[in-house]
T-cell receptor, first 114, second 111 residues
Framework: DTAVSQTPKYLVTQMGNDKSIKCEQNLGHDTMYWYKQDSKKFLKIMFS???????INETVPNRFSPKSPDKAHLNLHINSLELGDSAVYFCASSFRGTFNTEAFFGQGTRLTVV | DQQVKQNSPSLSVQEGRISILNCDYT??????FLWYKKYPAEGPTFLIS?????DKNEDGRFTVFLNKSAKHLSLHIVPSQPGDSAVYFC??????????FGTGTSLTVIP
């Protein structure tokens, strides 16, 4: 009964391909996030969805398109993959607008573009 | 532009001694401060937090200190144990609206 689960854990693909990463949370949270951890280990916010609505889009190329079919799921689709997209992508969830709340993370998806 | 900075990428400490991890943030609007622990090939897991109305929060061997005037927080682990070896991320939030993370400090506790 994993709280935040994302699939796949590893993804190796060629440049130019399109791929998706799926994320699901069973915590009843209303907000979900995608973070990217690059080679410098910096955990950078990419997107945030609250109740299926996009609330944060942090200067991410439009090749990245998040999709939230319901508030328990937030998938990340990446078109025309580039070498620089290689990173670890983390999904997370939390309650928004609630004081003293923490985010819970999935185990990460290591994307390698070759 | 990073909202959160952890200037020490790594730290080594002898088992039983104190580990002190530091974090600086830029914006005084942040009101909730968190530490996460991360093992290789796993996601970050929540460790301890503190709200802006406090300057100290303790949970067992872990204590977080907040200095709002200096925009600085620190995590103390005492006594340090080999199982504490991991990457520690500092995070800040404003009423749970978004979480900004630092680059992490890799802690190694030497037996």
């Amino acid at each position: 009964d994993t709280a935040v689960s994302q699939t796949p854990k590893y993804l190796v693909t060629q440049m130019g391909n399109d791929k998706s990463i799926k994320c699901e949370q069973n915590l009843g949270h209303d907000t979900m996030y995608w973070y990217k951890q690059d080679s410098k280990k910096f955990l950078k916010i990419m997107f945030s969805y609250n109740n299926k609505e996009l609330i944060i889009n942090e200067t991410v190329p439009n090749r990245f398109s998040p999709k939230s079919p319901d508030k328990a799921h937030l998938n990340l689709h990446i078109n025309s993959l580039e070498l620089g997209d290689s990173a670890v992508y983390f999904c997370a969830s939390s309650f928004r607008g609630t004081f003293n709340t923490e985010a819970f993370f999935g185990q990460g998806t290591r994307l390698t573009v070759v | 532009d990073q909202q959160v900075k952890q200037n020490s990428p790594s730290l080594s400490v002898q088992e039983g001694r104190i580990s002190i991890l530091n974090c600086d943030y830029t914006n005084s609007m942040f009101d909730y401060f968190l530490w996460y622990k991360k093992y290789p090939a796993e996601g970050p897991t929540f460790l301890i937090s503190i709200s802006s109305i406090k300057d100290k929060n303790e949970d067992g061997r872990f204590t977080v200190f907040l200095n709002k005037s200096a925009k600085h927080l620190s995590l103390h682990i005492v006594p340090s144990q080999p199982g504490d070896s991991a990457v520690y991320f500092c995070a800040v939030s404003s009423t749970g609206n978004q979480f900004y993370f630092g680059t992490g400090t890799s802690l190694t506790v030497i037996p």
